[in-house]
């Protein structure tokens, strides 16, 4: 069983220039230590925060080494090193939850949603304690609080702070998880259409998933669709978009009312990406 984490980012939200920055200083062989805080311009524990990020969206390996997705992405020829494009933050929030280095993700969107949509914190605290003792892993509620604060604030821009604080956050404009206008303290996970959501980046998450997989099942396919909170006409519609896009490579069909999507030819995830950063 893959051990649980819900500690390591210094009760930081990732802001949307750490990666860069993150990953350029490693370029340049820097090393995340003491000597950092001047060339990142940061605090030392936001020091071990960019690292903890860069590991938790993966980008790098637990040596600190990137990888070919942190190349593609952020490299001096990369495809959307500032993260203009929304498509890249739909990329970035798949990795946090598929890579699975901070667990609270995953568990939310995979499985604590299907529970409850409309949430508190003491509600997914809850859960998250359910889980542990479960799993017979040890924690300490603090900690989970402090990982549930950080969750909410990397989807939902701040109510309060400074200009970094209210419009630096990574994920925020994806709209996947929103404060309800409410009494008390209740967020929601926003399940829908996902129009915002490029069916490549879909596609590639399919493909990075089930590598080697010739034939995807509903459930397959659903488990993807579960990480960007598609809703079944959004799933529709991506599946749509593939199979029309691909039709060389790519059939949907639906045999004796079971449905499957069938890969005829290989189909590079990375060339599915480069494609849709061309367009």
Same mark, same amino acid.
């Given at each position: 069983?893959?051990?649980?984490?819900?500690?390591?980012?210094?009760?930081?939200?990732?802001?949307?220039?750490?990666?860069?920055?993150?990953?350029?200083?490693?370029?340049?062989?820097?090393?995340?230590?003491?000597?950092? *805080?001047?060339?990142?311009?940061?605090?030392?524990?936001?020091?071990?925060?960019?690292?903890?990020?860069?590991?938790?969206?993966?980008?790098?390996?637990?040596?600190?080494?990137?990888?070919?997705?942190?190349?593609?992405?952020?490299?001096?020829?990369? /495809?959307?090193?500032?993260?203009?494009d929304i498509g890249t933050l739909w990329l970035l929030h798949y990795s946090l939850v598929n890579r699975d280095y901070s667990s609270i993700y995953r568990l939310v969107f995979q499985d604590f949603r299907k529970q409850r949509v409309e949430f508190t914190?003491?509600? $997914?605290?809850?859960?998250?304690?359910?889980?542990?003792?479960?799993?017979?892993?040890?924690?300490?509620?603090?900690?989970?609080?402090?990982?549930?604060?950080?969750?909410?604030?990397?989807?939902?821009?701040?109510?309060?702070?400074?200009?970094?604080?209210?419009?630096?956050?990574? /994920?925020?404009?994806?709209?996947?998880?929103?404060?309800?206008? %409410?009494?008390?303290?209740?967020?929601?996970?926003?399940?829908?259409?996902?129009?915002?959501?490029? #069916?490549?980046?879909? $596609?590639?998450?399919?493909?990075?998933?089930?590598?080697?997989?010739?034939?995807?099942?509903? #459930?397959?396919?659903?488990?993807?669709?579960?990480?960007?909170?598609?809703? !079944?006409?959004?799933?529709?519609? %991506?599946?749509?978009?593939?199979?029309?896009?691909?039709?060389? !490579?790519?059939?949907?069909?639906?045999?004796?009312?079971?449905? *499957? $999507?069938?890969?005829?030819?290989?189909?590079?995830?990375?060339? *599915?990406?480069?494609?849709?950063?061309?367009?």
């Amino acid at each position: 069983m893959k051990k649980l984490q819900f500690t390591g980012h210094e009760t930081f939200y990732c802001r949307s220039y750490w990666l860069k920055k993150g990953l350029d200083h490693l370029w340049k062989d820097g090393k995340f230590n003491d000597k950092a *805080v001047v060339p990142l311009g940061v605090g030392k524990n936001m020091v071990s925060a960019i690292r903890f990020w860069l590991r938790a969206f993966g980008l790098v390996d637990t040596e600190d080494r990137a990888n070919e997705f942190a190349e593609l992405l952020f490299g001096e020829n990369g /495809l959307d090193p500032y993260c203009e494009d929304i498509g890249t933050l739909w990329l970035l929030h798949y990795s946090l939850v598929n890579r699975d280095y901070s667990s609270i993700y995953r568990l939310v969107f995979q499985d604590f949603r299907k529970q409850r949509v409309e949430f508190t914190r003491e509600h $997914l605290l809850t859960y998250l304690e359910r889980h542990c003792t479960d799993k017979d892993f040890t924690y300490h509620t603090s900690s989970l609080k402090r990982d549930i604060s950080v969750f909410i604030n990397n989807y939902i821009t701040p109510s309060k702070g400074g200009i970094e604080d209210n419009f630096m956050g990574l /994920l925020h404009e994806l709209k996947l998880v929103n404060k309800l206008d %409410k009494s008390g303290d209740w967020y929601k996970v926003e399940i829908g259409v996902k129009t915002d959501l490029p #069916p490549e980046i879909f $596609l590639f998450a399919l493909l990075h998933t089930y590598q080697d997989s010739e034939t995807l099942s509903i #459930p397959n396919i659903q488990e993807v669709a579960s990480i960007f909170a598609l809703d !079944s006409e959004g799933l529709k519609q %991506k599946i749509d978009f593939i199979v029309k896009q691909y039709a060389s !490579s790519v059939v949907f069909t639906e045999d004796a009312g079971v449905s *499957v $999507l069938q890969f005829k030819t290989v189909i590079d995830r990375w060339e *599915v990406l480069k494609t849709y950063y061309a367009a």
